[in-house]
């Protein structure tokens, strides 16, 4: 079984439990005997690693059976973050699969893939991939070889180089994993660096008992952000379900916004190299841009991982960051990952006298309205309303959606339609929070003004 909307933009993920899955095991052997022949990998080798979804392991391993019999050799990573498998990709010079859905529901699981040396796929991978596993021949006999490799050592001694111990204050650190793989790999990275760790939800579990791990929803924060007021910890740390994206909280309770944290290490990263590149999102916070002048320069990207690591690499930019707190670094081989992101921002704490809520205040001077949903059947339409209405008062922009940008007076507001939902996101920033508070509710009211147009 392989349902048509299960494949992404970027990835695949679609729902593998109940009366009516979009993704089964034959069509994940099918997808494994189409990834080897749309890469040309028989008689070559790739790693595959999985999360603790459900039905990941069988998922797993369908997939290799349909890539042996194609021809390609598989080394299983096993239980790994999505960083891991990117690192297993890096470091072993070698293709890569994930198996994750990332932050969606527990009925839910997919794949994600990348070259070698964690290398983007090309735009349009997905589709290709769609067509050729609907006729892809699965072949008789088992031809590739197999073997099974743990490369969690290797992966913490590359982050512990990236990011050494710098300062010697003792932090008390909140994590939570939300059930996902963060609960594996963070008291690993954390072993050795004299931090008091508080755990929340750190056995790995598919069904996601406590909260769903999506940690962009302000809900599934509540819990961290209690547990370090409680607790008076450093920081807060909170992962999605395979653990590449982590959100950080100060010592207040607070929610950083992703913007902010991107500054903080954007900054860090460009001490090591003059007038570095930095790439950032068509949605990131002016604040970045702010901090980088004088360290370097800013680049932007449209909004999506592999977007971004594709500028990445054609500008050889030191560091990326999104809005969705995803953090890309050239010593990463230009790909996310959380834990990284963390160390960067644990080791300024650790190397300071000053609180969490501080360092970051450095880093800001702007009202964010945080991405807004609302059921739009015709994007266009309502975009040209928005920019007609604003007609004379920005420059206007129709590049990654709608942005309409005053410079002079520190403010934007963006209009980005979903790839696969009739959805408008709306993202607004000002200097002061009236401003963002009455431009929000002037778009707003202008992109619902349709009956039966509602938010989400």
Known sequence: MLKEQIFKANDIRGVVTG??????????????????????????????????????????????????????????????????????????????????????????????????????????????????AATVNIGEDVVGGYQERDLTADFVAHLDRLVPVSGERRLKVVVDAGNGMGGLIVPAV?????????????????????????????????DACSAVREHSADLGLVFDGDADRCF?????????????????????????????????????????????????????????????????????????????????????????????????????LRSSTEPLSVLAARFDGYQRSGEINSTVTDHRVAMERVAEAFEGRGGVEYWDGLTIRDEQAGWWINLRPSNTEPLLRLNVEARDADTMTRLRDEVLALVRTDEGEADE
């Open 248 to 348: 950080l909280i100060d010592e207040r309770g607070d929610v950083v916004d992703p913007s902010v944290i991107t500054a903080m290490i954007a900054v860090a990263e460009l001490s090591k190299e003059t007038d570095g590149v930095v790439v950032v999102n068509a949605i990131t916070s002016q604040a970045v841009a702010d901090a980088v002048t004088g360290h370097g320069r800013v680049e932007v990207s449209r909004v999506g991982h592999t977007f971004v690591k594709a500028l990445m690499a054609s500008e050889n930019a030191v560091f990326g960051g999104e809005h969705s707190a995803h953090y890309y670094f050239r010593d990463f081989w230009g790909a996310d990952t959380g834990v990284l992101a963390a160390l960067h921002v644990l080791e300024q």
């Open 190 to 222: 954390l072993a050795d660096r004299d931090v008091e760790l508080i755990g929340l939800y750190m056995e790995p579990d598919g069904t996601f008992p406590n909260h769903p791990a999506n940690p962009l929803e302000p809900e599934n924060l509540v």
């Open 19 to 132: 009366a009516d899955p979009e993704l089964d095991l034959d069509g994940a052997r099918r997808l494994g005997a189409a990834f080897v022949e749309l890469l040309g990998l028989s008689g070559e080798t790739f790693v595959v690693g999985r999360d603790m979804r459900q039905l990941g392991e069988e998922l797993a391993m369908a997939f290799t059976d349909g890539a042996r019999r194609a021809g390609a050799s598989i080394i299983n990573l096993g239980l790994t973050s999505t960083d891991q498998l990117w690192f297993g990709s890096g470091h072993l010079g070698l293709p890569g699969v994930q198996f994750t859905a990332s932050h969606n529901p527990a009925r839910y699981n997919g794949m994600k893939f990348c070259l070698a040396g964690a290398a983007p796929v090309r735009s349009g991978f997905t589709a290709e991939l769609r067509e050729l």
